[in-house]
């Protein structure tokens, strides 16, 4: 059932025909989402082949440590996300459960509606609930949300709970403002919960929790009851999540001595990791103007926060308006007009979006991760603009010219889309004699983990190259993992690795005195991508090194 509007009164009584057209809005966009998703194609992004497909698989099915690294160092990732969608893409045809996905993800539009409609102040309802809409469709018909659609990054899934948190707190401002503590504690406690299942389900969202919890900072109670708000909202996050996080966590501790395994591993210092702390700093600025400066960079040149080509102009139109609003509202040169959108919450959202910035800038300066502050950044330029020492009609006016100019330079990207298939993934399985007594080795640093389900279950895979471990790593315990498992095999080995890299696969054989039997070979080819060698391997006479 799709979920309705909250309308909130106005001087003018919403009427039916208001309520009914609310309603047709919050069905009519998600099922133009959909048809576009479809419109696309299939999802076919490389870390869906590398690990969202085959993570829940493992998990699953308990292949953990029967399997060695096969998707690299996401193989450490908490299966939790995927689980719903690998269950789902094995119960219904592809079409379908990626239909389900994009339902899901335009879930989006109907939060940044409400969220739109509960702050903004409009007399006319009608109008009200047209320019939320207008607001919310800018947001979520962004170049990063469009291109993730249907996909398995899950930014633009786990942005329901953080828009969510702020719905909540928008809804209930007079409480958390004016009511008892415990109803101000309890809602900032909720908040936290919502905001701390992103977190829970994918880490990088740690940013908008940090937003969420601090903004409480600017509410206008006292300081003693803006630290307690901010404890209430700290708390609900540990609590989210310590629930969907937390088994995963325990079991990396257990099992490797690193809850994050194997990040910040100079920390933990776990003998099967390297030490380091594994960040990725490929997308950080070099130097601090670069990262000031950093929205006006990758509206030019969106490759340095990415891997795909698109152009999106939201966030660093909001960057650019932001800052000048907060001055003229702390100098008091705001307008003098009736107000566009309610102060508090104003003030609120504005320092939430700021906050979660600052924290993606600071921590990872990858696009992807920022997805909902692009999809907050229409409903966040009109509230700055509501700051400005501007007429309503010029305010209203600026803000309808910049959001459409936003929407027509907007060009989405692509992270991989195939034809539709009826299944997931597919390609035609090798024939295995002895899948009893057989070990398929894993060459070359492309995916191949979305095969993997699809073998007989009794055969390992083990990974020889990764972004993890080499076979001749020295500071990676994980390098004896590997050598132990190849060298105590006893029967047939295999080898697979996308065709390109089939001769570094043949480098890594011969580290375990293994050589591909190149006449054997035969390509694989499948619905998601690049085609892939499977050649049988023969151990050598003379001793491996």
Known sequence: MTPSIPIRRTARQATPSVRLTALALAIAVPLGLILLNLAMGQDA????????????????NDRFFFDVVPAQTPSFYN??????????????????????LAFVQSLNFVLLFALAHAVLRIDRPLAKVWAAAAIALVGVAGGGNLSQIGTTFHDNTISLGVFGAMLLVVSRWDRIVDGPASSALGTAFLAGLLAGTAMGLKQPSVIYCIGVCFAFAVVP?????????????????????ALLSGHW??????????????????????????????????????????????PFRFSLDPEIVG???????????????????????????????AASAAPGPTRWLLTVVALSYAAWAWMFCIYRYAVPIEMLAPLGIVLALGLLPLSRKVRWGTAALILAALQATTVWGTWGRSDWTAHVVEFDMPAIPDPDHTMVLIGGYQPVGHLIPAFPPQIPFVRLQSNFVQPDSTDNGYSEVLRRRVMEHRGDYFMIATVPDTDIAADAAAFYGLTLDWDSCQTLHNNLGEPHSFCAVRRNLADPQ
């Open 249 to 294: 966590m325990w079991f990396l501790w257990e099992t490797h001595g690193n809850p994050i395994h194997p990040y910040y591993n100079h920390i933990f210092k776990s003998p099967l990791g390297a030490i380091s702390d594994y960040k990725d700093l490929h997308y950080h600025p070099k130097t601090m103007l670069d990262r000031l400066a950093l």
């Open 221 to 241: 109670v006292t300081v003693k009851q803006r630290f307690l708000l901010i404890l209430a909202c700290g708390f609900g996050i540990v609590a989210a999540f």
């Open 307 to 337: 891997e795909i080509v698109f152009r999106d102009f939201r966030i660093v139109t909001l960057y650019v308006i932001l800052p000048v609003a907060a001055l003229a509202s702390l100098i008091g040169f705001g307008s003098r007009n």
């Open 45 to 60: 992004n490389w870390d869906l082949r590398n690990y969202h497909w085959y993570n829940p698989y493992s998990f699953l």
């Open 79 to 100: 299966p939790t996300l995927d689980i719903p969608f690998f269950l789902l893409g094995n119960a219904v045809p592809a079409p379908v459960a990626y239909s389900i």
